[in-house]
């Protein structure tokens, strides 16, 4: 497997007189890093233009692609997602959740019957992926929400509505 660069991804976010946001995204021509910058800061100029809104941020992604990938296998599916429930880093009595699509069976209690559906906190890989999101760690839950890093974390195997075919 090797990730590719597909593309680059640039967006504006505005708001109105309620702080009501909105979104427009982009999807550029360029095919460099830099010309993607200089593309969007005229695309914001333009936007700006026509737009009576106020500009919050905007940015730009490079989406990639796996070029060899392969389905998984069968008793996998999108519909299913573990939930991380965990500690807030500050207060105790606050808890935050996160989600996993189509986890991996191993990272529950047992693999069948009603431990299935029960998420193991302490098995390793479930520590490592929450900690992404506690202090010190590469990312925030929602809006800067953090995890007491190393748990405790709990949380369940649900099933979320599938959207498409």
């Given at each position: 497997?090797?990730?590719q660069?597909l593309?680059?991804?640039?967006?504006i976010?505005?708001?109105?007189n309620g702080g009501?946001?909105?979104?427009?995204?982009?999807?550029l021509?360029?095919?460099?890093h830099?010309?993607?910058?200089?593309?969007?800061?005229v695309?914001?100029a333009?936007?700006?233009a026509?737009?009576?809104?106020?500009?919050?941020?905007y940015?730009?992604?490079?989406q990639?692609y796996?070029d060899a990938?392969?389905?998984p296998?069968?008793?996998v599916?999108?519909e299913?997602?573990a939930t991380?429930?965990?500690?807030?880093?500050?207060?105790?009595?606050?808890?935050?959740t996160?989600t996993?699509?189509m986890p991996?069976?191993?990272?529950f209690?047992a693999t069948s019957g009603?431990?299935?559906?029960i998420?193991?906190?302490?098995h390793?890989?479930v520590?490592?992926?929450?900690?992404?999101?506690?202090?010190?760690?590469?990312?925030?839950?929602s809006?800067?929400?953090?995890?007491?890093?190393?748990?405790?974390f709990?949380g369940?195997?649900?099933?979320?509505r599938?959207?498409?075919?």
């Amino acid at each position: 497997m090797a990730w590719q660069p597909l593309d680059y991804v640039g967006e504006i976010v505005a708001v109105d007189n309620g702080g009501n946001k909105a979104r427009r995204k982009y999807n550029l021509t360029a095919i460099d890093h830099a010309t993607a910058l200089a593309d969007m800061l005229v695309i914001l100029a333009a936007f700006e233009a026509v737009c009576a809104g106020g500009t919050v941020s905007y940015g730009i992604k490079t989406q990639f692609y796996n070029d060899a990938l392969a389905l998984p296998g069968v008793a996998v599916q999108a519909e299913a997602v573990a939930t991380i429930v965990g500690v807030d880093s500050v207060n105790p009595l606050k808890y935050h959740t996160t989600t996993v699509p189509m986890p991996e069976t191993d990272v529950f209690i047992a693999t069948s019957g009603a431990g299935a559906n029960i998420l193991d906190g302490e098995h390793q890989d479930v520590i490592d992926y929450a900690n992404i999101f506690a202090v010190g760690g590469k990312a925030t839950i929602s809006d800067g929400e953090l995890f007491l890093a190393d748990g405790p974390f709990e949380g369940i195997r649900a099933t979320r509505r599938k959207r498409g075919g």
